[in-house]
Nanobody, 123 residues
Framework: QVQLVESGGGLVQAGGSLTLSCAAS????????MGWFRQGPGKEREFVAT????????RYADSVKGRFTISRDNAKNSVYLLMNSLKPEDTAVYYCAAKHRVTGIVPGEYDYWGQGTQVTVSS
């Protein structure tokens, strides 16, 4: 059983930056691909970014490509999401998630989820 805890959310002005962190425990972190998802008010949970177990392979939603960067540190059992040039439409609860084997973009493919961290971007 893997436990995931996100941190780093907050209130930021449009154009600003935030870095989200997700700390994992209870499993072999390097065995999992990791993903970031978000859920805005009244919206379904959507894919943001994913990274392979070794950090070699990444994939991004078109809406964040070029602005967000996902990374991981297996020695620290952590995954990160650097968010630059934030827009009001990035406002959402951000979740990290873990899945076995390969990366994925569908929430249902993921086995473990954190509780989420709120990101609010003001205009």
């Amino acid at each position: 059983q893997v436990q995931l805890v996100e941190s780093g959310g907050g209130l930021v002005q449009a154009g600003g930056s935030l870095t989200l962190s997700c700390a994992a425990s209870g499993g072999i972190f390097s065995a999992y691909a990791m993903g970031w998802f978000r859920q805005g008010p009244g919206k379904e949970r959507e894919f943001v970014a994913t990274i392979s177990w070794n950090g070699v392979s990444t994939r991004y939603a078109d809406s964040v490509k070029g602005r967000f960067t996902i990374s991981r540190d297996n020695a620290k059992n952590s995954v990160y999401l650097l968010m630059n040039s934030l827009k009001p439409e990035d406002t959402a609860v951000y979740y990290c998630a873990a899945k076995h084997r390969v990366t994925g973009i569908v929430p249902g493919e993921y086995d473990y989820w954190g509780q989420g961290t709120q990101v609010t971007v003001s205009s």
